[in-house]
């Protein structure tokens, strides 16, 4: 079976108890575990590239790589929208 992981991040203007809180029972409600809890300072983040990182990730999939290189699972494409992947491709 496999294991994916993430990093959940809470923009700065959100950050309360309140939000941390409804973060925290829903991704539990969703049978996620959390591994390990903290905050970055803004520094670190600059430092590190963290969000740039992050959202490059996301737009060079969504960006260079075109629909049929894309590691879509099968199985799981056509439980949800009911949908053939390699029909759709076509």
């Given at each position: 079976m496999a294991q994916n992981s993430a990093f959940v991040f809470i923009k700065p203007h959100a950050v309360t108890d309140k939000v941390k809180e409804l973060v925290k029972e829903t991704l539990e409600k969703n049978d996620i575990k959390i591994k390990k809890?903290?905050?970055?300072?803004?520094?670190?983040?600059?430092?590190?590239?963290?969000?740039?990182?992050?959202y490059y990730a996301i737009a060079s999939k969504a960006t260079i790589l075109t629909p049929d290189k894309l590691a879509v699972p099968k199985d799981?494409?056509?439980?949800?929208f009911g949908l053939e992947w390699d029909e759709v491709l076509k």
């Open positions: 809890e903290g905050s970055l300072a803004a520094e670190e983040i600059d430092k590190y590239k963290k969000i740039d990182k992050h799981k494409f056509q439980e949800k």
